[in-house]
């Protein structure tokens, strides 16, 4: 990948929930193939999806997968044993139909114990087949290893604190000090806490991620253009 002079990059930093959408769309077990099959099929779908938020966060990531932010400047997907973890129990936990079929008359099932049901060996080659190579193959990131504190909590709960800490800490492995950064949800409370969140990180839902890619890349196209001629101009 060629990066500008100044060796730029951007990094993005996806949510569990993000991962966690395109499993749930696609079913166990992850394949490729299929998750190509599906953005095939739905190539002409629009974002924001009014039937399926989902589908919003399959093309967050395959809009990510390139490498590239726009014209010669990187971008680089990042998690953590946090975020892998926490896919893997949410993948493997039973489904919400399943919790309620076995629950007690009168007693409810809470989000936070509802999962996708999947196998154990099918919720670990989802973090594998899916996280690990839009992260390492596909973008040529990394991870941050182990979250010891949260960021932003609060306004954010613990788990949230620490996706933003994951991505807190990626932009500042990738640069030194603090590059441009992102994190993706589809969590209200995390993309409008009640109060503000650190600066260093900016927070987007994934239709947000996928209309500032779109942006960024039709701009650089269209300045080429515009730099030749200048570039001409200059020589004559």
């Not at 769309?25 to 002409?44: C, E, I, M």
């Not at 941050?144 to 996706?163: A, Q, R, W």
């Not at 260093?200 to 991620?209: A, M």
Request: overall charge negative; charged content about 25%.
């Amino acid at each position: 990948m060629d990066l500008s002079p100044e060796g730029d990059v951007r990094v993005v930093v996806f949510d569990v929930n993000i991962y966690l959408d395109v499993a749930r769309l696609l079913g166990a077990p992850f394949s490729w193939d299929r998750y190509q099959a599906f953005l095939r099929d739905n190539r002409s779908a629009y974002v924001p999806n009014g039937s399926s938020s989902a589908i919003d966060s399959a093309f967050a990531i395959s809009h990510s997968l390139s490498g590239e932010f726009s014209g010669g400047v990187g971008l680089q997907v990042w998690t953590s044993n946090h975020i892998d973890n926490l896919v893997m129990t949410k993948a493997g936990q039973p489904s919400r139909e399943e919790l309620e079929a076995r629950a007690a008359f009168g007693q409810s099932v809470r989000d936070e114990d509802c999962g996708l049901g999947w196998t154990s060996e099918a919720s670990e080659l989802l973090v594998h087949d899916l996280v690990y190579t839009v992260v390492y193959d596909e973008t040529d990131g990394g991870s941050v290893g182990d979250i010891t504190f949260p960021i932003g909590n609060p306004p954010l709960d613990h788990e949230d604190g620490k996706v933003f800490a994951t991505a807190r800490m990626a932009g500042c492995e990738v640069a030194g000090e603090q590059c441009v950064t992102y994190c993706v949800t589809r969590d209200h409370g995390f993309r409008h806490p009640k109060t503000p969140l650190p600066r260093t990180v900016t927070v987007l839902y994934p239709h947000e991620w996928i209309a500032l890619l779109r942006k960024a890349r039709y701009t650089a196209r269209s300045a080429k253009p515009e730099m030749l001629r200048r570039v001409r101009d200059r020589t004559h």
